[in-house]
């Protein structure tokens, strides 16, 4: 894959489509354009254009623009060929495109590799232009965007820049303890911003989990035992009967999985077999799949049957210590209000609907609370999550050595201002002399 190749690609949607939109990038873009629609267009305007391949013949007209490098999205020469969204129209044209010598169809995120290569995006702004297309819910939407945005770049490029001032100043003291105009104390101020920067990297880190909810969605898992009204529940919740209700215990066994919306929240309920003793084959891998989503799940809804011990079904729970449960009493309906107390139980009833909306309530308790935009600046992959904590472990090692070792020192700032500088892939390590010079007058 050489830098002189010119790429195109299919950039909108599945076809036919009312518009179709085609972009080149690379240096052969120019000639492509002078080729197939007789002239490069003004930079940045939308111009009317027959469009040909390179017989002459026209294949459709549309709307062309032109953004000569590095003003374009990918910092090379761009242009963008906005068609009828047929599928014949758009492949004579791919196929057009790929005749001219040079030109050749892009590979998956190409463009996007090519404006990070050329210094347009950062890699946290790349990840979340891929977490804008790959959005489905408003909280996705607005977490991708302040990703894309670069709000959560300059929070890194800031920690790099400080981590960075901090080694240069301790490098400067090592390496010119003998001048005068190198301040001996500077160590002291230097300790108070790294202890600053720690308190912002575990703020930071907090909103980890809230990240990994928003992109990967809340997982809630249904269980009880057979015939609770699991899978009724599942159906309710979804609005459909995606999942088979009989009065026959054992009915489910596959773990049967629905994608919800909750107030901009992906959350994935996941239906699963009753759990009993068997010595059915099919239920037996039924019940060990639902073990297993149960081992995935961030937060569980437990149906208890009337006939179960609720003290019991507790008290095992609790030696478990895993997601965090809701305990529901189903079929509220057919209560006579004879039965013992529900205590921290929730009535539901799937017949009536009673409970439900309080049922949804508690399961929004256990989403993120994410106010203003300012709170979508959280880590959004693990890729980040382990960088910072790498960073503010190495942070931490840097303040516990005495102020004796100087090298111990600089060498953990260093770690950590990589650690970071990884995260959006600029790590910059040369300029610590400029940082040097540009604080201190050595060698008056
Ligand atoms: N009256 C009443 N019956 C219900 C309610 N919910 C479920 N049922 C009935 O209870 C029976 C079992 O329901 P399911 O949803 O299949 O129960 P399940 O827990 O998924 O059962 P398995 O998959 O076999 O473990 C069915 O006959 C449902 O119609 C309810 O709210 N009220
Ligand atoms: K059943
Ligand atoms: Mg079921």
Redesign the pocket.
């Known amino acids: 894959m050489g830098v002189n190749d010119t790429i195109f690609a299919l950039s909108s949607g599945g076809l036919p489509s009312g518009v179709a939109v085609i972009r080149i990038s690379g240096p052969g873009c120019a000639d492509a354009l002078v080729a197939m629609v007789g002239k490069i267009p003004p930079p940045r305007h939308a111009s009317l254009c027959s469009i040909r391949n390179r017989n002459g013949d026209v294949l459709d007209q549309g709307l062309v623009l032109f953004f000569p490098n590095p003003a374009s999205f990918t910092g090379e020469d761009s242009a963008e060929l906005h068609l009828h969204g047929g599928r014949a129209t758009v492949r004579a044209t791919l196929d057009a495109l790929a005749a001219f010598p040079g030109l050749r169809p892009a590979e998956a995120g190409e463009f996007s590799r090519r404006a990070f290569h050329n210094g347009k995006l950062d890699l946290v702004k790349i990840e979340g232009l891929a977490d804008i297309v790959a959005a489905q819910t408003e909280m996705q939407r607005r977490l991708a965007l302040e990703h894309a945005a670069g709000g959560v770049s300059r929070l890194y490029d800031d920690w790099t820049r400080r981590l960075t001032h901090a080694r240069a100043m301790i490098e400067a003291e090592l390496d010119f303890a003998d001048e005068d105009d190198v301040p001996g104390a500077i160590a002291q101020t230097i300790r108070e911003d790294l202890r600053a920067i720690c308190a912002e990297l575990r703020r930071h880190l907090q909103g980890a989990r809230a990240g990994e909810i928003i992109r990967d969605g809340l997982t809630v898992v249904?269980t009880?035992?057979?015939?609770?009204?699991?899978?009724?529940?599942?159906?309710y919740l979804a609005g459909r009967d995606i999942?088979?209700?009989?009065?026959?215990?054992?009915?489910?066994?596959d773990v049967i999985a629905v994608d919800l919306d909750l107030d901009g929240f992906a959350v994935r309920v996941l239906?699963t077999?009753?759990i009993r003793e068997t010595a059915e084959v099919v239920e037996q891998e039924g019940i060990r799949r639902a073990r297993s989503a149960l081992a995935s799940a961030d937060l569980i809804l437990r149906?208890v049957d009337r006939s179960e011990d609720f003290a019991a079904v507790s008290a095992a729970d609790c030696a478990d210590r895993g997601a965090p449960i809701i305990y529901i009493a189903?079929?509220?309906?057919?209560d006579d209000g004879s039965g013992a107390s529900l205590g921290e139980l929730m009535p539901?009833?799937?017949?009536?609907g009673?409970g439900m909306d309080a049922l949804l309530d508690r399961i929004r308790q256990h989403l993120p609370r994410l106010t203003d935009a300012a709170a979508f600046a959280i880590p959004s992959r693990e890729r980040h999550n382990a960088a910072l904590r790498t960073a503010l472990h190495a942070i931490e090692d840097a303040l516990a050595f005495d102020s004796e070792s100087l090298e111990l020192q600089a060498e953990s700032l260093r770690l950590a201002a990589n650690a970071v500088g990884r995260i959006t892939g600029r790590v910059d390590v040369e300029n610590l002399l400029d940082v040097i010079f540009s604080e201190f007058c050595i060698g008056k």
Do not use: F, H, Q, W
């Not at 009880?224 to 159906?235: A, F, H, Q």
């Not at 999942?243 to 066994?253: C, F, Q, S």
């Not at 189903?330 to 057919?334: A, I, M, N, Q, T």
């Open positions: 249904i009880g035992p057979p015939n609770v009204g699991k899978s009724s529940l599942i159906n999942a088979i209700v009989t009065d026959i215990p054992g009915t489910t066994r239906d077999a009753g149906l189903p079929k509220s309906d057919l539901i009833s799937t017949r009536t009673d």
